[in-house]
């Protein structure tokens, strides 16, 4: 079954590290968003992609990153992480019959100390 | 941008009742309103959608309205059941997602 996944489910590291979390949807979908999921703020957007090579900045994006090089991969990457960016990181894919639907992944546990 | 308002927080109701969950949004372009309901440690899974152009959509025992006039969108569970527990949220959409910031319900067995 077609499906999306992201890696790791959980992951504590320290302030100033370099982070990256991977999407990865095998539905063949145009579109691919990152959100992020606070206490209060419910899902915020931080970046999106509408294909490869095509990626656009959301509503919280300082401090993140994206790169499209396929259809089926979004990594999201923390340039230098802060403890503001501890949170639950989902990733969402849409473009199928109808393109309006975002379906989502599991999502990702990140714990900066 | 979009600004989506949604009440109540947190919601008990007892098995077999209704709940009612209502969103308001603030963007007149906005076309498309989806339901997704959150389990614990799990992401969200869209329950049901409407688009502007229609008032009410129903799916078994969850329907949603939409008032395009007054900005606002509901989402009703008939005969709940301890497994309708969860966090739902709403969202509106002319391209972008936009979320509320959820409610948990809770179905008293």
């Known amino acids: 079954d077609a499906e999306i996944t992201q890696s790791p489910r959980h992951k504590i590291t320290e302030t100033g590290r370099q982070v990256t979390l991977a999407c990865h949807q095998t539905?063949?979908?145009?579109?691919m968003f990152w959100y992020r999921q606070d206490l209060g703020h419910g899902l915020r957007l931080i970046h999106y992609s509408y294909g490869v090579h095509d990626t656009n900045k959301g509503e919280v994006s300082d401090g993140y990153s994206v790169s499209r090089s396929n259809t089926e991969d979004l990594p999201l990457t923390l340039e230098s992480a802060a403890s503001s960016q501890t949170s639950v990181y989902f990733c969402a894919s849409s473009g199928g019959t109808s393109s309006y639907e975002q379906y989502f992944g599991p999502g990702t546990r990140l714990t900066v100390t | 941008g979009e600004n989506v308002e949604q009440h109540p927080s947190t919601l008990s109701v007892q098995e077999g009742d209704s709940a009612v969950i209502k969103c308001t949004y603030s963007?007149?372009?906005?076309?498309?309103f989806p339901w997704y309901k959150q389990e614990l440690g799990k992401g969200p899974q869209l329950i049901i959608d409407i688009r502007s152009n229609v008032g009410e959509k129903k799916d078994q025992r969850i329907a949603v309205t939409l008032n395009k006039t007054a900005k606002h969108f509901s989402l009703h569970i008939t005969e709940t059941q301890p497994e309708d527990s969860a966090v739902y949220f709403c969202?509106?959409?002319?391209?972008?997602?936009?979320f509320g910031t959820g409610t948990s319900l809770t179905v008293i067995p």
């Open positions: 539905w063949n979908h145009n579109n």
């Open positions: 963007d007149s372009a906005s076309n498309y």
């Open positions: 969202a509106a959409s002319m391209g972008q997602f936009y």
